[in-house]
């Protein structure tokens, strides 16, 4: 039972606030801030408590998304639903920050409205609530040069309107009814990698979580297939499993909106290798101060890269300055005191490729004891177009076949969850 | 509040409203009322629009309507009378042929919360019951639980009560739910709704039809029903195993809390379904979200408290992410410190020992508690660790291996020597007092291992004057008193100054009243002081228990899904042993009198079995070493490394100690672990079993008995 649902910015100010119930007085939203305000650390605890009241919150899209609630109900319950209101509130408004939600305070409360009712959550499917959703999303995407480029000149046809411009799928499920947008459809492959490899280089653990997520502005139906060695899966309720067993062929009616198709897991055996390494070399050079030596492997087939690779390396206390020799202009380094850290931020990487860097810190009193706090390196990285487990869609069929014309986007990617290399 | 000349905003928006040429343009008439609702949720005070957005309300336009009443409900309380004025719109809303418009009304005007409308309300909502559209009927059986809560004190009408029963049936899902939800608060007094055989299958049986948030409420309200046979609880528990699996996590806690309170009287079955939700727990622990990765640790730690081993294998899978939080950093190690064992023991704290490092200074301290943890049962390992640790110099560090060093201690006495090693040059880098206060306490009580440890006091007693803290002051007169008492020649002329100092200058009450009583029991006698402070050094009640005793489902089954486990743990980190360690020891009770007649009968081979292991009973004549305290028992057991594995509490018959140790010798290819018994039951045997090692046992009995012995001695 949900007795308030608030939710907040970064910096407190009130965006949306809907009392249900009438128990708990209006200032809860100023007691949550100031809780939050009050502890430091990266994030407040999930769940908090003050005279009874208890707060319950998580983080979506830089926002706090708050329920007050009673001791007694089931947290697993109020954080799945308010990681359900926030997706809700992607798929009407297109995406998720500050300003959407801003701009579409309207339509947000008419949908806390019929999702929720007297604190007990009545509905979340967007399939339902698309019946009784009459405001209209005002889109905050800005205008943007890049829009321009797709654009090809006097009109031809260009290579790059093959690829659909990564925004494309920021945009309201609503729109496709009333300014006869296009019908699409987007099969997204996502995986999240969590790897430790060992100072000597081991793989100590690799743990692949992956989902399948359709993203549909189509107004009826479809299905698709993938084959591959999976260890743990779960599909969305809607999803008919008759032919998956013998075809790995997954038929599905997806509602407008997000939805979660399939979520799986693979643990320790990788189907390839993972796909950075490091050698790195560290010691102290006759003048005091400390190098590091690092090379970066990146074992991917060479047609792919890894995107906005950032290596993050823990340094020890008090380290002053930095001087760095990288391997290209396009790659930068920086010492980050607050979090103790060398951030060496790799733009583009490809397969294949080694690349280093030489650190030279300026830390005064370094011991030999210094070195144990150069600890584990951090990576974090996108693989576009790939996924750690080599899960594919084959073919993305709709049946039955659309009238007009539609298009149908399928795209792989791979996150660093927790990427580790210790030294 | 956030604008500045509110009332100038309230003023324009007035205008604007009650303008004849805005009223007639649709878009522009919507598009004010959005700004008013835009300046009310972000804090401003409209209620001085009240009336003209009552006309506003009288509209056909659907998501006007829904704007104004967004206001509406918002402000009626503070506007009574005008709120009637929106009553009779809403009642023609309710007759409305567009079912959305019919609910819309309905679920508006109970939500205004004004007991005065009560007598307009009801009729409505006796009419939505049985409206057409499935979304009216949702609204109306939600709507009356709302009006019950209006006015608590009158009664809801009998008949509604049977109508909202026979809407159970109800073919719309989210309608069954809703009466469930309305008559549990509309019940409340008398317990809830009535969940009785015939109303819990037929939820069971139509619980596929609901989506999650419904399953839940379902799953929720079933746990008061008790199954009038087995067969029954069966059938229900197998209907509902599908669920277990979910994953959804939402569905898998309540259907687990549901199996728990069905189960309460079968602990085999429950714990079998702990284990069917192993693996859609570990998945919620790597949800995308972080919170739900959070939820799922806590009630995993729960269940770790039934089934210690549950996890073992999945260790790796509560490994920190560099980028996660520290909250659930912190989570997943004291996860980790639980499923330690000999396998992955070193994998493991080679991983905490990355954290040690850790940017966030509680991670670090809580990473190195952990690995204190673990040092209870692999001391040497973690004791190498945490002393490389201290090379670090920083002060947050060391003073967090000092402090885990005195707990490890206090727990683990064999492990003094390295730490009394480790102590030496500490005191420079120590800053705040908790770090100082553990140093000190580890000084006192093992000073005459740590060569210079006076030198180190006597730091700390030229700058007592400027010491802020009070525990640390406390700490310092104990620590002081206890070295005197073992180099008196070294520490006699600054516990002079010491003492000294605190009677005539201190000027906190607490800490003059100790140097004074340390100043009269000197003059007591030396004897007499010895006595007074030299207590222990570890503490005999904790022993070797390798993790917690698994726990019966039942002490935490309440508490699973709920708020409580979330908040748990950020007291239980605090709570674990600040201050001195003997502070929360509780003093061993004086000892009925133990007679001497202690004699070793006879040493019988019971059972030399074809398996790898003997039995072997004995009967030792001790009829009162039950009445000794099981703490010094125990650490007397200790000092001849035989350890501690359980008892039952004192004066209670059967009275039971288990105990194991094994041999350590350098020339045998495996060491031989003996487990033992120790039955007392008036006059019973003591039993050991073995694996085949006859010398070893003989060696074990004999040592046992010894102590025995010595133990009545002691106390006769």
Same mark, same amino acid.
């Given at each position: 039972?949900?007795?308030?649902?608030?939710?907040?910015?970064?910096?407190?100010?009130?965006?949306?606030?809907?009392?249900?119930?009438?128990?708990?007085?209006?200032?809860?939203?100023?007691?949550?801030?100031?809780?939050?305000?009050?502890?430091?650390?990266?994030?407040?605890?999930?769940?908090?408590?003050?005279?009874?009241?208890?707060?319950?919150?998580?983080?979506?899209?830089?926002?706090?998304?708050?329920?007050?609630?009673?001791?007694?109900?089931?947290?697993?319950?109020?954080?799945?639903?308010?990681?359900?209101?926030?997706?809700?509130?992607?798929?009407?408004?297109?995406?998720?920050?500050?300003?959407?939600?801003?701009?579409?305070?309207?339509?947000?409360?008419?949908?806390?409205?019929?999702?929720?009712?007297?604190?007990?959550?009545?509905?979340?499917?967007?399939?339902?609530?698309?019946?009784?959703?009459?405001?209209?999303?005002?889109?905050?995407?800005?205008?943007?040069?890049?829009?321009?480029?797709?654009?090809?000149?006097?009109?031809?046809?260009?290579?790059?309107?093959?690829?659909?411009?990564?925004?494309?799928?920021?945009?309201?499920?609503?729109?496709?009814?009333?300014?006869?947008?296009?019908?699409?459809?987007?099969?997204?492959?996502?995986?999240?990698?969590?790897?430790?490899?060992?100072?000597?280089?081991?793989?100590?653990?690799?743990?692949? *979580?992956?989902?399948?997520?359709?993203?549909?502005?189509?107004?009826?139906?479809?299905?698709?297939?993938?084959?591959?060695?999976?260890?743990?899966?779960?599909?969305?309720?809607?999803?008919? $499993?008759?032919?998956?067993?013998?075809?790995?062929?997954?038929?599905?009616?997806?509602?407008?909106?997000?939805?979660?198709?399939?979520?799986?897991?693979?643990?320790?055996?990788?189907?390839?290798?993972?796909?950075?390494?490091?050698?790195?070399?560290?010691?102290?050079?006759?003048?005091?101060?400390?190098?590091?030596?690092?090379?970066?492997?990146?074992?991917?087939?060479?047609?792919?890269?890894?995107?906005?690779?950032?290596?993050?390396?823990?340094?020890?206390?008090?380290?002053?300055?930095?001087?760095?020799?990288?391997?290209?202009?396009?790659?930068?380094?920086?010492?980050?005191?607050?979090?103790?850290?060398?951030?060496?931020?790799?733009?583009?990487?490809?397969?294949?490729?080694?690349?280093?860097?030489?650190?030279?810190?300026?830390?005064?009193?370094?011991?030999?004891?210094?070195?144990?706090?150069?600890?584990?390196?951090?990576?974090?990285?996108?693989?576009?177009?790939?996924?750690?487990?080599?899960?594919?869609?084959?073919?993305?069929?709709?049946?039955?076949?659309?009238?007009?014309?539609?298009?149908?986007?399928?795209?792989?990617?791979?996150?660093?969850?927790?990427?580790?290399?210790?030294? | 509040?956030?604008?500045?000349?509110?009332?100038?905003?309230?003023?324009?928006?007035?205008?604007?409203?009650?303008?004849?040429?805005?009223?007639?343009?649709?878009?522009?008439?919507?598009?004010?009322?959005?700004?008013?609702?835009?300046?009310?949720?972000?804090?401003?005070?409209?209620?001085?629009?009240?009336?003209?957005?009552?006309?506003?309300?009288?509209?056909?336009?659907?998501?006007?309507?829904?704007?104004?009443?967004?206001?509406?409900?918002?402000?009626?309380?503070?506007?009574?009378?005008?709120?009637?004025?929106?009553?009779?719109?809403?009642?023609?809303?309710?007759?409305?042929?567009?079912?959305?418009?019919?609910? $819309?009304?309905?679920?508006?005007?109970?939500?205004?919360?004004?007991?005065? $409308?009560?007598?307009?309300?009801?009729?409505?909502?006796?009419?939505?019951?049985?409206?057409?559209?499935?979304?009216?009927?949702?609204?109306?059986?939600?709507?009356?639980?709302?009006?019950?809560?209006?006015?608590?004190?009158?009664?809801?009408?009998?008949?509604?009560?049977?109508?909202?029963?026979?809407?159970?049936?109800?073919?719309?899902?989210?309608?069954?739910?809703?009466?469930?939800?309305?008559?549990?608060?509309?019940?409340?007094?008398?317990?809830?709704?009535?969940?009785?055989?015939?109303?819990?299958?037929?939820?069971?049986?139509?619980?596929?039809?609901?989506?999650?948030?419904?399953?839940?409420?379902?799953?929720?309200?079933?746990?008061?029903?008790?199954?009038?046979?087995?067969? *029954?609880?069966?059938?229900?528990?197998?209907?509902?195993?599908?669920?277990?699996?979910?994953?959804?996590?939402?569905? &898998?806690?309540?259907?687990?809390?549901?199996?728990?309170?069905?189960?309460?009287?079968?602990?085999?079955?429950?714990?079998?379904?702990?284990?069917?939700?192993?693996?859609?727990?570990?998945?919620?622990?790597?949800?995308?979200?972080?919170?739900?990765?959070?939820?799922?640790? /806590?009630?995993?730690?729960?269940?770790?408290?039934?089934?210690?081993?549950?996890?073992?294998?999945?260790?790796?899978?509560?490994?920190?992410?560099?980028?996660?939080?520290?909250?659930?950093?912190?989570?997943?190690?004291?996860?980790?410190?639980?499923?330690?064992?000999?396998?992955?023991?070193?994998?493991?704290?080679?991983?905490?020992?990355?954290? /040690?490092?850790?940017?966030?200074?509680?991670?670090?301290?809580?990473?190195?508690?952990?690995?204190?943890?673990?040092?209870?049962?692999?001391?040497?390992? /973690?004791?190498?660790?945490?002393?490389?640790?201290?090379?670090?110099?920083?002060?947050?560090?060391?003073?967090?291996?000092?402090?885990?060093?005195?707990?490890?201690?206090?727990?683990?006495?064999?492990?003094?020597?390295?730490?009394?090693?480790?102590?030496?040059?500490? *005191?420079?880098?120590?800053?705040?007092?908790?770090?100082?206060?553990?140093?000190?306490?580890?000084?006192?009580?093992?000073?005459?291992?740590?060569?210079?440890?006076?030198?180190?006091?006597?730091?700390?007693?030229?700058?007592?004057?400027?010491?802020?803290?009070?525990?640390?002051?406390?700490?310092?007169?104990?620590?002081?008193?206890?070295?005197?008492? /073992?180099?008196?020649?070294?520490?006699?002329?600054?516990?002079?100054?010491?003492?000294?100092?605190?009677? *005539?200058?201190?000027?906190?009450?607490?800490?003059?009243?100790?140097?004074?009583?340390?100043?009269?029991?000197?003059?007591?006698?030396?004897?007499?002081?010895?006595?007074?402070?030299?207590?222990?050094?570890?503490?005999?009640?904790?022993?070797?228990?390798?993790?917690?005793?698994?726990?019966?489902?039942?002490?935490?089954?309440?508490?699973?899904?709920?708020?409580?486990?979330?908040?748990?743990?950020?007291?239980?980190?605090?709570?674990?042993?600040?201050?001195?360690?003997?502070?929360? &020891?509780?003093?061993?009770?004086?000892?009925?009198?133990?007679?001497?007649?202690?004699?070793?009968?006879?040493?019988?081979?019971?059972?030399?079995?074809?398996?790898?292991?003997?039995?072997?009973?004995?009967?030792?004549?001790?009829?009162?070493?039950?009445?000794?305290?099981?703490?010094?028992?125990?650490?007397?057991?200790?000092?001849?490394?035989?350890?501690?594995?359980?008892?039952?509490?004192?004066?209670?018959?059967?009275?039971?100690?288990?105990?194991?140790?094994?041999?350590?010798?350098?020339?045998?290819?495996?060491?031989?672990?003996?487990?033992?018994?120790?039955?007392?039951?008036?006059?019973?045997?003591?039993?050991?079993?073995?694996?085949?090692?006859?010398?070893?046992?003989?060696?074990?009995?004999?040592?046992?008995?010894?102590?025995?012995?010595?133990?009545?001695?002691?106390?006769?």
């Amino acid at each position: 039972m949900i007795s308030q649902i608030f939710i907040l910015s970064s910096k407190g100010d009130h965006l949306i606030y809907k009392d249900f119930r009438g128990e708990s007085g209006g200032d809860a939203v100023g007691v949550f801030y100031e809780k939050v305000t009050a502890l430091t650390g990266d994030q407040p605890p999930v769940v908090m408590s003050h005279k009874g009241l208890h707060f319950v919150h998580v983080r979506q899209g830089g926002l706090y998304w708050v329920a007050t609630t009673t001791a007694d109900s089931s947290p697993f319950t109020i954080i799945e639903f308010l990681n359900r209101l926030s997706a809700l509130v992607k798929d009407y408004c297109g995406s998720l920050s500050e300003k959407s939600v801003q701009m579409n305070f309207a339509l947000i409360y008419e949908l806390l409205d019929e999702a929720v009712d007297y604190g007990y959550i009545q509905t979340t499917s967007s399939d339902v609530l698309k019946n009784f959703i009459q405001t209209e999303a005002v889109s905050s995407r800005p205008f943007s040069l890049f829009d321009l480029s797709n654009v090809g000149l006097f009109g031809a046809e260009t290579q790059q309107s093959k690829v659909a411009p990564s925004s494309a799928a920021t945009r309201p499920i609503q729109s496709s009814r009333e300014q006869g947008g296009k019908s699409e459809i987007f099969v997204d492959v996502i995986e999240r990698m969590s790897v430790v490899i060992g100072s000597n280089g081991m793989l100590m653990k690799a743990d692949v *979580e992956g989902e399948i997520r359709v993203k549909c502005y189509l107004p009826n139906c479809s299905g698709y297939g993938a084959a591959v060695r999976v260890d743990e899966v779960s599909f969305h309720q809607m999803v008919r $499993l008759d032919e998956f067993d013998s075809h790995r062929i997954l038929r599905l009616c997806p509602s407008q909106g997000e939805q979660m198709v399939m979520q799986y897991q693979l643990s320790d055996d990788l189907p390839s290798a993972p796909p950075f390494r490091l050698f790195p070399t560290i010691e102290r050079d006759s003048g005091g101060r400390l190098l590091m030596y690092l090379k970066l492997r990146c074992d991917l087939p060479p047609k792919s890269a890894a995107i906005n690779v950032a290596a993050t390396i823990p340094v020890p206390k008090g380290s002053l300055s930095l001087s760095q020799e990288l391997s290209s202009p396009d790659q930068s380094a920086e010492l980050k005191p607050q979090s103790r850290a060398v951030v060496w931020k790799i733009p583009r990487f490809t397969g294949g490729m080694q690349l280093s860097a030489l650190f030279k810190l300026e830390v005064p009193g370094l011991s030999s004891a210094s070195l144990l706090e150069v600890g584990p390196v951090g990576l974090s990285f996108e693989l576009p177009k790939l996924t750690a487990t080599g899960l594919q869609i084959r073919f993305l069929r709709l049946s039955p076949v659309q009238p007009g014309p539609s298009q149908r986007w399928v795209r792989y990617v791979t996150h660093s969850d927790s990427y580790t290399i210790r030294i | 509040m956030p604008y500045l000349g509110g009332e100038e905003t309230v003023r324009e928006l007035r205008r604007a409203l009650s303008n004849p040429n805005v009223q007639s343009d649709q878009l522009r008439y919507r598009n004010t009322i959005l700004k008013v609702i835009r300046a009310m949720s972000q804090g401003v005070d409209m209620s001085g629009l009240f009336s003209e957005m009552v006309k506003a309300c009288a509209t056909v336009d659907v998501v006007q309507k829904k704007l104004v009443y967004v206001f509406l409900c918002s402000y009626a309380a503070l506007n009574p009378e005008l709120s009637l004025l929106v009553i009779n719109t809403l009642r023609k809303d309710c007759q409305d042929p567009n079912p959305m418009v019919r609910s $819309l009304a309905l679920r508006n005007m109970t939500n205004l919360r004004l007991p005065s $409308l009560v007598e307009y309300v009801e009729q409505p909502l006796a009419a939505g019951l049985r409206d057409r559209a499935a979304c009216v009927r949702r609204v109306a059986v939600l709507g009356w639980a709302k009006l019950h809560n209006l006015q608590a004190s009158s009664e809801i009408d009998a008949a509604v009560v049977n109508e909202l029963y026979s809407l159970l049936r109800d073919p719309d899902p989210v309608v069954m739910v809703n009466c469930l939800r309305a008559l549990e608060e509309i019940l409340k007094d008398e317990g809830g709704v009535a969940i009785n055989k015939p109303i819990t299958h037929h939820l069971l049986n139509r619980l596929k039809e609901c989506d999650i948030w419904g399953q839940c409420q379902v799953l929720r309200v079933l746990q008061r029903y008790r199954p009038q046979s087995e067969d *029954e609880l069966f059938d229900i528990l197998s209907l509902l195993d599908a669920s277990l699996v979910s994953p959804h996590p939402p569905i &898998m806690a309540a259907t687990l809390s549901l199996f728990l309170s069905l189960c309460s009287g079968q602990p085999a079955v429950s714990l079998a379904a702990l284990e069917r939700v192993r693996g859609p727990l570990l998945a919620a622990c790597g949800s995308g979200s972080r919170e739900m990765r959070f939820t799922a640790l /806590c009630h995993i730690q729960l269940l770790l408290r039934s089934i210690p081993g549950l996890m073992g294998a999945h260790y790796k899978r509560f490994f920190c992410g560099y980028a996660e939080p520290a909250y659930i950093k912190q989570r997943k190690m004291q996860v980790l410190v639980e499923l330690v064992n000999d396998e992955n023991v070193a994998m493991l704290l080679d991983e905490l020992k990355g954290y /040690c490092t850790d940017v966030n200074a509680e991670t670090a301290q809580a990473a190195i508690t952990a690995i204190g943890r673990i040092g209870r049962s692999y001391s040497d390992r /973690c004791l190498e660790i945490l002393t490389g640790l201290l090379g670090l110099k920083q002060d947050h560090i060391t003073s967090a291996v000092v402090q885990t060093m005195r707990d490890l201690v206090w727990v683990c006495p064999q492990c003094s020597d390295t730490v009394c090693f480790a102590l030496e040059g500490c *005191e420079e880098t120590l800053q705040d007092s908790q770090g100082r206060q553990a140093l000190l306490w580890l000084l006192g009580v093992y000073g005459e291992r740590v060569s210079s440890a006076p030198y180190t006091l006597e730091v700390f007693i030229d700058g007592v004057r400027s010491e802020a803290s009070l525990g640390v002051k406390m700490e310092l007169l104990t620590a002081t008193m206890r070295l005197f008492l /073992c180099r008196p020649a070294e520490t006699q002329d600054m516990l002079g100054r010491l003492l000294h100092y605190c009677i *005539e200058e201190e000027t906190d009450m607490c800490v003059r009243d100790q140097a004074l009583l340390y100043y009269r029991l000197l003059h007591c006698g030396i004897e007499e002081t010895r006595k007074v402070l030299q207590g222990r050094r570890s503490d005999p009640s904790l022993g070797v228990l390798i993790g917690r005793p698994a726990e019966p489902v039942s002490q935490w089954a309440r508490s699973f899904n709920t708020l409580e486990p979330l908040r748990q743990g950020s007291i239980e980190t605090e709570s674990v042993s600040r201050g001195s360690p003997e502070h929360t &020891m509780f003093d061993p009770k004086p000892n009925a009198d133990l007679s001497n007649t202690l004699d070793c009968s006879r040493i019988e081979k019971v059972h030399s079995g074809k398996e790898d292991f003997v039995w072997m009973e004995e009967c030792v004549r001790c009829p009162t070493i039950p009445r000794c305290s099981p703490q010094s028992l125990q650490a007397a057991m200790q000092l001849v490394n035989i350890q501690t594995l359980a008892f039952t509490p004192p004066q209670t018959l059967p009275w039971r100690v288990y105990l194991y140790t094994h041999t350590c010798l350098d020339d045998a290819p495996h060491s031989t672990l003996i487990l033992g018994e120790l039955l007392y039951t008036g006059e019973e045997p003591q039993k050991a079993e073995v694996h085949k090692d006859d010398k070893a046992l003989k060696g074990f009995l004999s040592i046992l008995t010894t102590v025995l012995h010595t133990l009545s001695s002691e106390r006769a």
